[in-house]
């Protein structure tokens, strides 16, 4: 079974989507649309276990008391795709890499484009941190949620970083 839940965040409203087996979308606002196969907001939602661990972890998250997220993941994407999706997560905290630098890191060096591509399907994003992925000049380049969310999250991030 597949629920959702409404999260209000600084960087707007976000639909948490989780099976049983864990979180497996993560929408900005505008990408939010009926087509998760949710059964919607609902005290079963409220009740789900990734749903309220995803909720406080995120809450956590942008209030600057968490730097990881150890959500349980349920993604649905080819071998690449999982592959892209996993190397994110061990870029650290207020850290970014490049395309190239994800791309060696899962072994494909070559693979710059698709690897772009891969961070655009990211079911997760902010707990599969592709926002901190950014172009090998330093340029902040695509965001599924647009590029000024992406510098929010940074900055977010970078802030946090200088208060410790």
Known sequence: ????????????????????QGLSHLLFDQQAGDDMGSDGDSAEAD????LAAATAQLE?????QRQEFDIPLDLSGTEFQQAAWSALAEVPF??????????EAIGRPRA???????????????????HRIVGSDGSLTGYGG???IKEFLLDHEQAQLHKH
């Open 1 to 20: 079974m597949t629920l959702a839940k409404q999260l209000d965040s600084p960087i707007g409203r976000l639909r948490l989507v989780a099976t049983d």
């Open 47 to 50: 009740n789900h276990p990734v």
């Open 60 to 64: 956590e998250y942008f209030a600057g």
């Open 94 to 103: 207020g850290e970014t890499r490049s395309y190239r630098q994800q791309a």
């Open 112 to 130: 710059v484009r698709a690897i772009g591509a891969a961070n655009g399907r990211n079911p997760v994003p902010i707990v599969l941190p592709c």
């Open 146 to 148: 647009g590029l000024p």
